[in-house]
């Protein structure tokens, strides 16, 4: 049971670093969105590219994910100082473990306000999907899925090596 709980968090915490990392980094989207739209262009910009969205579902999508900016905006920002947070706690000269686990776990809750809001959102961008793009998105997001595992577990071979003798 407990390494149920240091697995789950240990992924909730990876997918926290990995969103906060992704929603930092600016880019242009193909087909011309060309702002500083963040993560909503860029998954406005993928839908549209690999799925052939049509103008209108563009439209649709692109007003759910301005709808939601409010949304999630304070709660990237909120990760962000819970990252400054524990940051300094680390770096402080004693170590105070009530403060690190009260840190720890108001980013747990955020995390989990952050994954329950994208959930919501996919939610939506799905109904605007007609079934063949649903069908081509299970596939892509199947082939990513086997090639983070397959990443994985490359990652993992060398740990479980015993180190040369000397």
Do not use: C, W
């Not at 980094?25 to 993928?46: D, N």
């Amino acid at each position: 049971m407990q390494a149920n709980r240091f697995k789950l968090l240990a992924v909730v915490l990876s997918v926290a670093m990995a969103t906060a990392a992704f929603s930092q980094t600016v880019v242009k989207t193909a087909r011309g969105m060309g702002h500083h739209g963040g993560f909503s262009a860029r998954m406005l910009g993928f839908y549209t590219d690999s799925l052939d969205l049509t103008d209108a579902q563009q439209a649709q999508m692109k007003d759910i994910l301005t709808k939601e900016k409010p949304a999630i905006r304070p709660l990237m920002q909120q990760l962000a100082q819970g990252r400054q947070q524990m940051k300094a706690l680390e770096q402080a000269g004693t170590f105070d473990e009530a403060k690190v686990r009260a840190a720890a776990s108001q980013q747990t809750q955020t995390i989990t306000e952050l994954m329950v809001q994208k959930a919501r959102i996919k939610s939506e961008l799905m109904a605007v999907l007609t079934s063949d793009q649903k069908d081509k998105l299970a596939k892509f997001e199947a082939r990513r899925q086997a090639r983070f595992q397959k990443h994985s577990q490359q990652n993992q071979a060398p740990q479980n090596q015993a180190p040369p003798s000397e």
